[in-house]
T-cell receptor
Framework: KNEVEQSPQNLTAQEGEFITINCSYS?????LHWLQQHPGGGIVSLFM???GKKKHGRLIATINIQEKHSSLHITASHPRDSAVYIC?????????????FGKGTKLTVNP | DGGITQSPKYLFRKEGQNVTLSCEQN?????MYWYRQDPGQGLRLIYY???????QKGDIAEGYSVSREKKESFPLTVTSAQKNPTAFYLC????????????FGPGTRLTVL
């Protein structure tokens, strides 16, 4: 079993829809990251959170430490939101803190 | 403009040749990382460095080597010992090791023919 599981793997939505991407993890963590990877390959950090909820524009990230679960929400989705969204958890491994990545959720937003 | 640069964006090499991927940052970050991305898999850590002149193996270091002679530079050499070198390679940096935001470069897509 992977340490970080994302669902769904693929998601297609119509412009304007509310999007939710889920991330579950099985290890103790110090922080959870949400990243966005565009078709060209570059990765941008969206959020880093260790508790509660963060909001940036149309993006909202929540984390429930007890349930080892995080969600990324996109309100009023737009075709430019089409990308792969990656969840990564930061935890102690081999004597230092490292990121463990999920496989990503590919989001396609159609106009 | 502060950021991380990787060059080249696309690289082709013949089997058996060593190849070095460049990663430079001007963010004054202490920590730098190399990841490999394969289709359908999450990013995997190859090597990381928390300070100049020091680096540690990640989860898949076999067949790779790195150096960290300058704070701003962390080149990765893919040696002929790496069995499946064709992949997308991403470099990242953070202020320090630990729970800090990582900033990623644009990546280098290596194809070994």
């Amino acid at each position: 079993k992977n340490e970080v599981e994302q669902s769904p793997q693929n998601l297609t939505a119509q412009e304007g829809e509310f999007i939710t991407i889920n991330c579950s993890y099985s290890v103790g963590i110090s922080a959870l990251h949400w990243l966005q990877q565009h078709p060209g390959g570059g990765i941008v950090s969206l959020f880093m959170l260790s508790s509660g909820k963060k909001k940036h524009g149309r993006l909202i990230a929540t984390i429930n430490i007890q349930e080892k679960h995080s969600s990324l929400h996109i309100t009023a989705s737009h075709p430019r939101d089409s990308a792969v969204y990656i969840c990564a958890v930061e935890g102690w491994k081999g004597g230092s803190e490292k990121l463990v990545f999920g496989k990503g959720t590919k989001l396609t937003v159609n106009p | 403009d502060g950021g991380i640069t990787q060059s080249p964006k696309y690289l082709f090499r013949k089997e058996g040749q060593n190849v070095t991927l460049s990663c430079e940052q001007n963010l004054n970050h202490d920590a730098m990382y190399w990841y490999r991305q394969d289709p359908g898999q999450g990013l995997r850590l190859i090597y990381y460095s928390q300070i100049v002149n020091d680096f540690q193996k990640g989860d898949i270091a076999e067949g790779y080597s790195v150096s960290r002679e300058k704070k701003e530079s962390f080149p990765l050499t893919v040696t002929s010992a790496q069995k499946n070198p064709t992949a997308f390679y991403l470099c990242a940096s953070s202020i320090s090791g630990g729970a800090n935001e990582q900033f990623f470069g644009p990546g280098t897509r290596l194809t070994v023919l």
